[in-house]
């Protein structure tokens, strides 16, 4: 019922995903009246939103969601939510995400950057040795996450409690005022 006529094909799929067809402002305010919408109350709402975001400092792309969930459900807030929550990482926000948690993973283990840490990439190496190529870049992101996503969480719970319980006392008020209009009629 709510699926295209003409299936995307993969390089169109990716398309979409780094330019959204009808805009990234499109794509941000249709996130937002879904998010605004949500079933639950504020706190679940926005716990969910919080994990979601704070999971995005991960560095294992792939699992986001799935951890997302398991953290929204484990810590009570609002799986949905959470899957939202995950949009802060997108391709414009990656990057500073990454930099922020390989210098933070670096910092907390005592070293800073040195181009000669990382040895020659080749297509080789990365088969024959991949925990002597990525584990120099992956070891201190999954360090670094865990303050930044702790951060990036707080920084998002709190302005979210604060509009979405702005977002339903409105909304209750004028179901009150349109139902009290009616009721005088």
Do not use: C
Request: charged fraction near 15%; avoid cysteine.
């Amino acid at each position: 019922m709510f699926k295209r006529r003409r299936p995307l094909d993969s390089l169109s799929q990716f398309r979409e995903w780094i330019w959204p067809r009808a805009g990234w402002y499109r794509a941000s305010q249709y996130v937002l009246h879904r998010l605004l919408r949500l079933k639950g109350d504020v706190h679940s709402i926005a716990l969910g939103l919080a994990i979601g975001a704070g999971v995005s400092a991960s560095p294992f792309m792939g699992t986001h969601f799935a951890t997302a969930a398991l953290l929204a459900w484990f810590f009570g807030g609002n799986i949905l939510a959470s899957a939202i929550g995950t949009w802060v990482g997108n391709p414009f926000t990656f990057p500073f995400i990454w930099l922020s948690t390989f210098n933070t993973g670096n910092f907390l283990l005592g070293r800073g950057f040195d181009d000669n840490a990382f040895p020659e990439i080749s297509l080789e190496n990365i088969f024959m040795s991949p925990l002597e190529i990525f584990g120099p870049i992956i070891v201190p992101m999954t360090i670094g996450a865990f303050p930044v996503g702790v951060l990036i969480t707080v920084l998002t719970y709190i302005p979210s409690n604060i509009l979405i319980n702005l977002y339903k006392t409105k909304k209750a008020e004028r179901a009150v005022k349109k139902k009290n209009v009616n009721s005088s009629l």
